[in-house]
DNA sequence: CAGTCAGTTTCATTATTTGAAACTTTGTTT
DNA sequence: AAACAAAGTTTCAAATAATGAAACTGACTG
């Protein structure tokens, strides 16, 4: 189920907000009790204790609990604290301006890619949408990448989590093939999506990597089967490294330089 | 400080997740303990359990925590469910479109605004850095908005948690004062930042309301001194009140019609 | 190398969580 | 309208988990 469910109360009650989350939709208390393991009350009283939270609430015309809107105002915080999105921001719009085609920037959670922000250049206007998505990490271009450029143990521990369901013909449906695609990747610096996660769409990626070589997160460019092909693709192949190159090094540059500065007053 | 820090474990838990984002950026144990009530063993379990539960983020090098990646996630699911933003998406796109000005949809989280979504005529891409921030309910005109159509006793409860900071000399820095603007914009059914908020910056907003009458959420075009004036503002309001009932009207016919078909299947 | 400080672990005490059962409320059927 | 059923809520003794004073570790400092 993803999480660590073992972390005393609070690990139980988070994981029901997971449990709404999965749901889709408002749901009713019964709905919630008869996926849940815990018995009545106890579930009872943990969905109490969220909606006084503000991290569920509660309709009660339907009678049905949704995630609370403190989320939302937590995860603004989360986004701009410990996300590469506002280093990459600038440069996203760089390269979305340059290549004239939808610009992703994600980031490894679990085994997960999350998507973290994106850029679109055809409609405008389009983004809270999809940031905080999450996509398989063995079928899609950013996830590839950042798989082929992490610790081997890492890698081996995310791709024993995949599920490898064949979404197209073209997916990579085992752990073998999986690797050695990464294998490709790592060797060229950067990898494609073959539609291999929805037929007619194809992308470039590349990770984006510290200087120490730890994968921070990956870039990548998408487009469709229609207006180009993989060899179209690869010739973003330079400014989308270039790109990677310098957010990697804003990151750096970040990490509040004058921590020391303020912080050795010493109280 | 807000939230009801008296659910047991969980919200106390839960409470470190606000003092980490108040910070605004990654913090070290210390910093944390220096500022909370909590023991430094309890606070210090606190802080492994929500790391563990990818609640917050550790980065080892610099020994800090920030708010961890599992609530953007969860954030988006939020944003979905439980909010107008994906209902109003298109009709704010079509407004944004139409007055060819920032245009911002919000709702009511304790006593605070929260921006839900955002669109900005200017620049086309920016919005999930404003969808998800805070701002105060007394001196913005989506605020303003939605107090004046509260019920009595959930707008007294707000106003009284109002701090009434004069941000700029046209801040309405007391109750009384709101409450008189709260009676105008009744009648009116439309209300108006006059640079309440920031020196130069206008705005008209109205509420979105259901057909029982309750506060949904709000709307608001915003403008510059620079560009228009109060008057000119005005001219949009048939505009934005159609795309309010528009709103109220999909948020009604919406609320999983299908509902008693579904679930009416009897376990 | 003693001293200080930030972070971590221990463990007996204390308080909280737990869940079976009983109860209330709401809506449905006869 | 009474009887019934289903969903949601409360109770309370037992079981468990949270608590925090104190002691410990390790890293940096002078």
Redesign the interface.
């Known amino acids: 189920m993803g ?2 469910t073992g ?5 139980k ?2 994981s029901v ?2 449990q ?2 999965a749901f ?3 749901v ?1 208390f019964g709905e919630l009790l ?1 996926q849940s393991s815990y018995p009545k009350p106890t579930l009872y009283r ?1 969905v ?3 909606t ?4 569920l ?1 509660y309709d009660p015309e ?1 009678q049905t609990y ?18 590469l ?2 280093i990459a ?1 600038p440069h996203i ?1 760089a390269l ?1 301006a340059a290549v004239g085609e939808t610009v992703h920037l994600a ?1 490894l ?2 085994a997960q890619v ?1 998507y ?2 994106k ?1 679109n250049a055809g409609n ?2 389009q ?3 999809q ?4 996509g398989p990490a063995y079928c899609t271009g950013v996830g590839k990448a950042m798989l082929a450029f992490s610790a081997p143990d890492v890698a081996d521990r995310i791709i024993a989590q995949q599920s490898f369901h064949r979404f197209t013909p073209q997916t990579l449906d085992n752990a073998k093939a999986l690797r050695d695609e990464l294998q490709n990747i790592r060797i060229n610096g950067y990898g494609f999506d073959r539609e291999e996660h929805e037929p007619g769409i194809i992308c470039i990626a590349t990770p984006i990597l510290s200087e120490s070589g730890r994968v921070l997160g990956a870039l990548s460019v998408t487009s469709t089967t229609a207006r180009t092909n993989l060899a179209g693709l690869e010739g973003y192949v330079p400014i989308l490294q270039d790109t990677a190159t310098d957010i990697a090094r804003d990151a750096r540059n970040w ?2 330089p004058d ?1 020391e500065t303020k ?1 050795t007053t010493r ?1």
């Open positions: 999480h660590v972390d005393g109360t609070v690990g009650a988070l907000l997971d709404v989350a889709g939709r408002p009713r008869a943990f109490q204790t969220l006084n939270q503000h991290m609430t339907q949704a995630l609370g809107i403190r989320l939302v105002r937590l995860a603004h915080a989360a986004w701009e604290q410990s996300t999105a506002p921001r719009d979305s980031q959670d679990n999350l973290i922000d850029r405008p206007v983004m809270y949408s940031a905080g998505k999450v990490s509040f921590y912080e109280m």
